[in-house]
Each structure stands twice: as structure tokens, then as C-alpha cells.
């Protein structure tokens, strides 16, 4: 699928088994979900399989600490179709773009999305490194096959204040982008939250829109990241709507835990009919820690939820 495919789809609008679930890392590390999810019925692997269909499984925070191209297979077993990832690049974790992918193919999955971990470049220490990531992130994409990859690379800047981070950070993906464009790729910048991800700059749905909207550029869009949204501003419809047209991906968790949909206080039967309403048609990352660590568990959850709602299978 090339570039302009995915915006199509996008901004209309990327058998039983028992595992252990995700170790969170500083960064993302959030308390243990404290609230039960509200489905108490496994659903059968069959009919599971046919609403996860708009699901993208991540299997960074699903599986651990399974061995990572093991994790491809477990998540088909649960019954999904596609994956998402974080940094394709880190052979000492057994993971680059051509053994994922190769990985991928064999499982007949999908790969929906990869955050290749940029460096912090609104420090303008770090333009050349910018560069170098920036072709890494293409080339991998490339190999991936996948036309989306998300951005953060937002940490404070000692001796910045936030607006001249902002504006450096928006100079060089406004550079990018022509780069970008001819590759037919797309970086979707991803908004933090400040409760679980300190020490940034972007939170919630601004500055973000702010700057996808001055590069404006089909290259540069966003990471609608339903967990950090509702942490840092709530509102979740009127908000997605307000800034649907910036929106090239989507993932989410319940909040405040980041365990999955039904384990916290977001509607998420209503956002998601809204979001499909809005006209976006592809996958939904399953970027969440399993309540309990049980996997089978979540993943019926999201499908009892999809089944519920009669949320559409992707078209993209």
C-alpha cells in the first residue's frame, strides 16, 4: 500500500493460550488497572477472529517477555490479523525490519504501524541525527512495507522555552516533508500525556494540530492516540472531530490505567461509532497493557466491544 492508499483510508476517516503480558518501561509505566473489565465471557476463537478485524495488536506491550518475533505468532493465535510495532531497529532484541517482516509474511499478518524512535530534534544539536533517522525510518518502512510511522522526538530542551521548541521541532518536519512525500510515506507525530510521559512538550491535541496544520502536508499527520488525548484533555468526540483532519492513525487504551477498553472510565463503544462515522477506515492500535496480564481476556474484550458497536472491518 503506497502513501497516498493509506490517506485515502485513512483520512476519510492506520485456539486458547495462556501468555504473559507487557513489563512497562519508565517512560510508559502507569499503575496497576484497579477497576475489572465488565465482559466476563471468553468469546470463542472464531467468531473472536472476525471483530478483531479492526484491531492492531501491539505486541511491544502485549506478550512479554516472550521472545519478540515469537510474540507475531501469539497474536494471530488470539485471533488478530495485524500488528503494530515500536522500533524496527534493534538486533540485540532480536528485531530488524527484514526478520519482522519475513516473520509477518510467514504468519500471513499484517503490519499496520512502527515508531522508530527518533532523537530529540527540537534540539538543534541534533539536526544531523535527525537526518540519519529520518532515512533509517524510510528505508525501514520500505522493507516493512508499511507507508506510516510514528513520530515523538518531543522531550524538553534545557534552556528552550516551550515555544521555541515548537518552533524547532516544527522547521524540520516541515523540511522533511518534501522527503517524505516523494517516498510516499507518512510520519504521524504522537501526542504524550503529562502523567504518564514527563519532561515533554507536546500533550493532547495542542500544539499538535497546530503544527501539522503550518507544515500542511499529506507527509506529516497524527498519531490520535485515544489514551493520551483523554488524559490530558478529555472531551474525546468534539475533540476528534475538531481535529479530524489531521487524523492518519489511530490507537487506544482505557484510561486512566491503560488496560483495555472496559477497564476504565471512557466510553469507548461511543467514540469509536463516532470515529468510524467520521469517515476513518483503518485499523485501531491495541496499544494497552492486558488488566491482569491476560491476553485472551483483553483481546475478547476489544471483540465483544467491536461486536457490540458493529464496528466495520477496515478498508484500507
Not at 72 to 88: M, V
Not at 212 to 232: G, Y
Request: charged letters at 20%.
Amino acid at each position: 500500500m503506497n502513501r497516498r492508499q493509506f490517506v485515502s483510508g485513512s483520512l476519510l476517516l492506520g485456539s486458547t493460550i495462556t501468555l504473559s503480558a507487557c513489563h512497562s518501561t519508565p517512560e510508559t509505566e502507569v499503575k496497576a488497572g484497579v477497576l475489572q473489565s465488565s465482559r466476563n465471557e471468553i468469546m470463542p476463537l472464531a467468531e473472536r477472529k472476525k471483530w478483531l478485524a479492526s484491531f492492531s495488536c501491539n505486541i511491544e506491550q502485549w506478550f512479554r517477555p516472550m521472545p519478540f518475533l515469537q510474540r507475531i505468532a501469539a497474536a494471530k493465535a488470539l485471533g488478530f490479523s495485524a500488528i503494530e510495532i515500536w522500533n524496527p531497529n534493534s538486533p540485540k532484541n532480536g528485531k530488524t525490519p527484514e526478520a519482522i517482516i519475513a516473520e509477518v509474511r510467514k504468519q500471513g499478518m499484517r503490519l499496520t504501524s512502527y515508531s522508530p524512535n527518533p532523537p530529540n530534534f527540537a534540539d538543534p544539536a541534533n539536526e544531523a541525527a535527525f537526518w540519519e533517522w529520518l532515512e533509517l525510518a524510510i528505508t525501514s518502512g520500505k522493507t516493512l512495507g508499511v507507508p506510516n510511522f510514528n513520530v515523538t522526538g518531543h522531550k524538553l530542551v534545557t534552556g528552550l522555552d516551550e515555544s521555541q521548541m515548537i518552533k524547532n521541532y516544527t522547521a524540520l518536519l516541515k523540511q522533511a516533508a518534501p522527503r517524505l512525500e516523494a517516498e510516499n510515506m507518512i510520519a504521524t507525530i504522537e501526542p504524550y500525556n503529562p502523567y504518564t510521559h514527563k519532561g515533554h512538550f507536546i500533550y493532547g491535541h495542542e500544539p499538535a494540530l497546530s503544527i501539522c496544520r503550518e507544515i500542511n502536508s499529506p507527509a506529516v499527520k497524527l498519531n490520535w492516540d485515544f489514551f493520551h488525548m483523554q488524559r490530558t484533555n478529555g472531551n474525546l468526540i468534539t475533540h476528534l472531530e475538531n481535529g479530524f483532519d489531521q487524523v492518519a492513525y489511530i490507537q487506544l487504551a482505557d484510561s486512566p490505567y491503560r488496560n483495555q477498553p472496559g477497564t476504565g472510565e471512557v466510553a469507548y463503544g461511543n467514540v469509536l461509532k463516532r470515529l468510524r462515522a467520521l469517515g476513518y477506515k483503518g485499523y485501531i492500535g491495541a496499544e494497552f497493557f492486558p488488566l491482569d496480564k491476560d491476553v485472551e481476556k483483553a483481546a475478547s474484550d476489544i471483540a465483544y466491544l467491536a461486536k457490540e458497536i458493529n464496528l466495520q472491518a477496515p478498508s484500507v
